[in-house]
């Protein structure tokens, strides 16, 4: 304990601060410093010893003060008082933690100090803690540029119903994590998004809830205009891979189980030439792919229009890339690097026109089929507005199926007046949600989609299984075919 106090009497000698004795009364030093340092002496014994040039000090001092003329520097000016008092107390306090002087308090005399550097202590301790030293300080890394996603565990009975309605009680449980994306196309000329994201598991199923910032519905998907000379695909570089304009809305979601904090060269390279001996891309913006084989790259991608709000949703990966074709060798269409489409989506939906190489789609395309009453059709557009910024109308259907349609015909053909728009996206199959393995369903209000959606947690490989440590990355995409947001920090869910 340490206690400071300080002369009644202006123009005296200060007092000095001195530890608290055995009883704790304040030992100080006064004007009989030789009496008072004899009775600490005493109560502290030998260890007295190394204080005495201190005290000596201070002594020298008061008495030095005592029998100063009053146009002394020390007389004259206090300050040099408290600049010494200041001193002793520093040299005070670095005592107390001195392990020397520690040593001396109990033995009376200071052990020997080692002659032996630290390293030769032993080479094998010394890398020991510096490697768990290394460990430690990866590991706060690593968390500190993850964020969590807590999944909450819920009875099978309360599991929320895919319908892409929010109010479900599972989701008021659930925690919400906020990921902020950005470096997209579109979105209201921001190119940003936030992405609301909660889940929950019954043991079997896990279930996400994601919303995000979308200022348009978009379901306008690739549409075919007739026109003098026949059909035209509207659109804006797709024949390049990067429809920006005439697009569904999609959102996609990546998951797996390796530890990749930052995502890097493990499922992207970017730039027109991103695989040294493979073709570049069209767009000039990279390719997805997987950097060694046998990583797990699970890629779920919600299409609007192509089976989206009727229950299915895509489940790609990414892989190593794969080998070229001649034309994409050629440039005349875009090399897709790593991404592997799910192989069902071909027998579920697609375009209504055959592909076409660069800049093919400048010229009229065949449409694979027509409507069989273009009218009802037409209506099921709801109001047309081929501004690609326009969004369309709740309940509108910018796609057609085969039981409202024909193979193409000349004849149908000539039925359908010119300026008729029809779909460019078909469905070939019916109810789509009983083929899926990752079911949902989704809504769109108030400048907001809002995305339900559920997959078992067990899977074998390529799939991914989810878990504690699964990581997770999210993206949106407004009415664009691979212009996308990103964000870097990935979620890592941890299921309780």
């Known amino acids: 304990m340490w206690a400071v106090r300080h002369h009644g009497v202006h123009g005296t000698a200060p007092f000095f601060i001195f530890p608290k004795d055995a009883y704790g009364s304040n030992v100080v030093q006064s004007h009989d410093a030789p009496a008072t340092l004899s009775r600490y002496r005493a109560r502290q014994g030998a260890s007295i010893a190394s204080d005495t040039t201190e005290l000596s000090i201070i002594d020298l001092v008061q008495r030095r003060e005592l029998t100063m003329s009053s146009n002394s520097i020390f007389a004259r000016r206090s300050r040099w008082r408290r600049r010494l008092r200041c001193k002793l107390l520093r040299r005070r306090i670095s005592g107390i933690f001195d392990p020397l002087r520690i040593a001396r308090g109990v033995t009376g005399h200071a052990p020997a100090r080692s002659q032996q550097p630290a390293s030769s202590v032993g080479p094998l301790l010394v890398g020991v803690v510096a490697g768990i030293a290394g460990v430690a300080l990866i590991m706060t890394w690593s968390r500190a540029v993850e964020d969590t996603l807590y999944v909450r565990r819920i009875d099978k009975?309360?599991?929320?119903?895919?319908?892409?309605?929010?109010p479900d009680a599972a989701w008021r449980s659930a925690k919400p994590t906020i990921v902020v994306t950005g470096f997209g196309g579109n979105l209201g000329g921001k190119g940003n998004s936030t992405v609301e994201i909660r889940a929950v598991h019954d043991g079997k199923r896990i279930y996400f809830r994601f919303t995000w910032d979308d200022p348009t519905r978009s379901l306008k998907h690739l549409p075919l205009v007739k026109r003098e000379d026949g059909w035209h695909v509207l659109h804006d570089r797709y024949d390049r891979a990067d429809e920006r304009s005439?697009?569904?809305?999609?959102?996609?979601?990546?998951?797996?189980?390796?530890?990749?904090v930052i995502p890097g060269d493990h499922t992207y390279r970017g730039g027109p030439t991103p695989i040294a001996d493979k073709p570049?891309?069209?767009?000039?913006?990279?390719?997805?792919?997987?950097?060694?084989?046998?990583?797990?790259?699970?890629v779920w991608q919600w299409k609007a229009s192509s089976g989206g709000l009727l229950g299915w949703i895509d489940k790609d990966r990414f892989d190593l890339p794969a080998d070229p074709t001649r034309a994409q060798s050629a440039g005349e269409v875009p090399y897709r690097g790593g991404y592997i489409q799910d192989a069902r989506a071909a027998s579920l939906y697609g375009d209504n026109f055959e592909a076409q190489s660069l800049s093919g789609y400048e010229r009229p395309v065949r449409p694979k089929r027509l409507p069989t009453d273009w009218r009802a059709t037409y209506a099921a557009l709801g109001k047309v507005d081929l501004e690609p910024d326009q969004g369309d109308a709740e309940g509108s259907r910018w796609w057609m199926t085969l039981a409202e349609s024909e193979p193409y015909s000349p004849d149908l053909d000539a039925r359908i007046p010119v300026g008729v728009v029809i779909p460019g996206s078909l469905i070939f199959a019916e109810d789509l949600a009983q083929w899926a393995d990752v079911k949902g369903a989704a809504r769109w209000g108030v400048g907001k989609w809002t995305l339900e959606l559920a997959r078992r947690l067990d899977a074998e490989h390529p799939d991914v299984p989810i878990g504690s440590n699964t990581r997770m990355w999210v993206a949106v995409f407004d009415h664009a075919q691979t212009y996308h947001t990103r964000h870097i920090r990935p979620l890592r869910l941890e299921l309780q």
């Open 157 to 166: 009975a309360d599991a929320p119903i895919l319908d892409g309605d929010a």
């Open 280 to 298: 570049g891309t069209l767009s000039q913006r990279g390719l997805h792919l997987t950097s060694a084989p046998g990583l797990a790259m699970e």
């Open 246 to 260: 005439f697009f569904e809305d999609k959102f996609s979601v990546l998951i797996t189980n390796q530890p990749i």
